[in-house]
């Protein structure tokens, strides 16, 4: 045990001694919660207070038709952009052409054209921001249609209302509140950190002190091999308790989320996520052959599992193949479980895939490990 | 010039060694690509949109409302018995939206996780309302609405605008990288200082070095191209010539961002630490996977500050994505290629090659 907690200690004081690996496990989480939930948090608001550049353009109607339409829908455009704060900046200033290459030359978002009855909203396509404006012009337009029906009398009965409401995706009691994107990323970004824990300290301490040398030389000395394994573990979950608890104060500070991380079923969920984590390092260590080979399988590891496993956006509905790789990926269900206890998002995978599943993969990867592993090169 | 190629072959052959700057050039990029592909583009694309509906209208609005979604392409009907039905199925993610519908309301049922794909659902719900609406009450088209698209572009915009983001990433890290990791670890380990007592130029040298980023920005742009075309179906007006040359000045771009970070870093590490952090904020703040206008106000006013922002508006321009002003594209390339050569020239030129005694 002494000599388990010697190697503990080592690690701590050279973690502590470089402020580089302190910033990236103990900072950089810090700091992606808050940008994640800074954007994505708010998404719906931005996006709600981006002003379109519109053109219009209004050919007289030759035909003399029924309605002057181009003056109604310039009216109905214009009375949309004048009052408060507007998503619609209407401008009429060129012809068709002017207008249509100001639209190319990326000046405008859409270019609203009228011409006799006709009104076409001409947009680019593959630019994200413009297929938006057109589709906002074309039910706005659409609903002014409706209205000069219904003022003209030609229709009595009441338009389609819609209707919309989230649905109740947090999986606790409805007085604990409904979606909380912030608690969302919460258990996200710890979960994270394990992956890092798992994929990082342990590949590259085994890894490197392998091949350096340093493992058979410590082995030399009073230390067994269990006690130098126990030592890396004690480091990495002093070292993950440090995390969730920086991570949860936060999120507790900064965006008010409140979390039962000390439930049994969350505190399950976190230690199952450390074992099959680590053990997926144990197991990398053992098949790789070198220090260089082990970093590298861990990360093009570490990002499919991290953005294909739903730490950050929900991904169960993903088309296929990607979804293979989703059921295929632990972290899926760790995540899954670990909301779902925290009452933050209803678990999309069944309770109990979510502990089998880990489960399965924690055994699967100690079997490699132990089967493979070599304490020297 | 036989000295640059000397060195540019040596160089090329390190690079190739080095597994790590391989990954994170080359192989990132592309696992990024494929990642957020499928998760950014947009669901109404290729994907079929599963709804699950729960309809008690009365027979003739029942099989208005069936006829409206049989109708739609690319939507996938599940029919259910109950609201409460249609509420866990979207929970659950096995329907992407619900929708109730009982002759006058449409109710719509979301996913709040779904950030990225509610503004998607909630068009499609509209579309679904203006046709019953046009169906139930016989509209007279006084207006009629058509939204004309260009015919260049790939119908997917959300795919459209991640891949010359996901280019602009492989440049960034290759350019990034160049003088605040490669070139200060080699100044660090004296290599430098041995080479400037040989009849080496500095500037053969760093002309070698930039080579081989070129050469890695490009293979990296290649592949990225390849797999949109070939895996992701992404189709492009790209401007060929434009293209390749905004490679080169967006690498000389970044790598001049990276001289910056070199000219105030201490040490080779802590000048490739800073690096790696302002790769990452940089990731979220240039519009490299959404635009900027999605990002709230203060974030969007940071943006202007970065490299990262106009490199990836760019490329975006170079690959037919984003329209642009010629003048506005050449004023944002020139300013910056000449404050990165600049910068680029004060850290790798009239800065010391040795390390002993730049400090």
Known sequence: MRQAFAVFRGLVLSSLRDKYTLFWDLVFPLVLLVILVSIFGNIGNTISEIVFDVGLVVEEDQAGGLLPVGAVVEGALREMASGGPSWLNLLKRGSLDEELSALAEGRRHAVVHVSGAEVTVHVQEGRMLSEIAGDTLGQVLESVNVEINRRLGLISSASVQTAYRNVEAAAGSPEQGG???????????????????????????????????????LFAAPLGRGQYFAGILFYILALSLVQVCLIYGVGLLLFGVRLNLLAWDAVFFMVLALAAL?????????????????????????????FLGGLYFPVMQLPYPFKLIVLANPVTYLVNGLRHSLGVFTSPTPPWA???????????????GLRKFKWDV | MKSYLVVAKSLMLSLLRDRASLFFSLALPLIFLLIFAPAFSQSGGNNTVKVAVFNTASAADRSLLENVLNGMTGLRTQYLESLDEVADVVALQQADFGLAWDGFVLEVLLNPARLQDNAVFTQITEGIRSQLDRKRLGLRDFIKVEVQKAEEGNP????????????????????????????????????????????????????????????????????????????????????????VTYLIAATLIMSGAGALIALVAKSARSASEIAGLAMTIMTFFSGVYFPLEFLPKHFRAASLFLPATYVARGFRFALGVEPMAWARFALETGILLLASLAAIWAAAVRGSWDADRSE
Not at chain 1, 290 to 298: D, E, R
Not at chain 2, 205 to 219: D, K, N, P, Y
Request: proline share 5%.
């Open chain 1, 179 to 217: 979606f909380d994107f912030a608690a969302y990323m919460v258990p996200g970004i710890i979960l994270m950190v394990f992956l890092s824990s798992g994929l990082g300290p342990m590949v590259q301490h085994l890894g490197v002190d392998r091949e350096l040398g340093r493992l058979r030389r």
């Open chain 2, 156 to 243: 997917d915009a959300g795919l459209s605008y991640i891949l010359p983001g996901v280019i602009a990433l492989g440049v960034m890290s290759s350019g990034l990288f160049l003088i605040s990791s490669s070139f200060m670890h080699m100044k660090e380990r004296s290599v430098l200082k041995r080479l400037a007592a040989t009849p080496l130029k500095k500037l053969d040298f760093l002309a070698g070095l930039i080579t081989t980023r070129m050469a890695l920005s490009v293979i990296s742009a290649c592949l990225i191209l390849l797999v949109g075309w070939s895996v992701l179906g992404v189709r492009m007006p790209i401007n060929w010539p434009l293209f």
């Open chain 1, 354 to 368: 979510n502990v089998v599943a880990p489960l399965c993969f924690t055994a699967l990867m100690l079997l490699v």
């Open chain 1, 278 to 306: 680590l053990a997926l390092g144990f197991a990398i260590s053992a098949a790789a052959k070198t220090a260089n080979a082990a970093a590298a399988l861990s990360n093009g590891l570490m990002y499919p599992m991290m």
